[in-house]
Nanobody
Framework: QVQLVQSGGGLVQPGGSLRLSCAAS????????VGWYHQAPGKERVLVAT???????NYADSVKGRFTISRDNTKNTAYLQMNSLNYDDTAVYYC????????????WGQGTQVTVSS
């Protein structure tokens, strides 16, 4: 059974930091590209950052310079370090593990709430 278990969300003041974790089981995690998405109330799920199996990273413009995606394949875990958080970062955050081209294997975490509020 494949699971992506997220942790690390919560309430933070503007300018603060949080680190999200996404722990995978049941897959060869090192072969997957991992993405973090956020979904604000009433809005679509939006890709925030990705890291490939080779460690190449990519970020949405809105988080460049503030967020850092990383992975530790020895722990089957990916992370999203979020710094300088602002109100627009308030959302449910989801991790995603994906691989393949012709046949896509894709799994989602359960989501974790991040609320930026004073």
């Amino acid at each position: 059974q494949v699971q992506l278990v997220q942790s690390g969300g919560g309430l933070v003041q503007p300018g603060g930091s949080l680190r999200l974790s996404c722990a995978a089981s049941g897959i060869n995690f090192s072969l997957y590209t991992v993405g973090w998405y956020h979904q604000a109330p009433g809005k679509e799920r939006v890709l925030v950052a990705t890291i490939t199996s080779g460690g190449r990273t990519n970020y949405a413009d809105s988080v460049k310079g503030r967020f850092t995606i990383s992975r530790d394949n020895t722990k089957n875990t990916a992370y999203l370090q979020m710094n300088s958080l602002n109100y627009d970062d308030t959302a449910v955050y989801y991790c995603n593990a994906r691989r393949g081209v012709a046949t896509i294997l894709e799994y989602w975490g359960q989501g974790t709430q991040v609320t930026v509020s004073s």
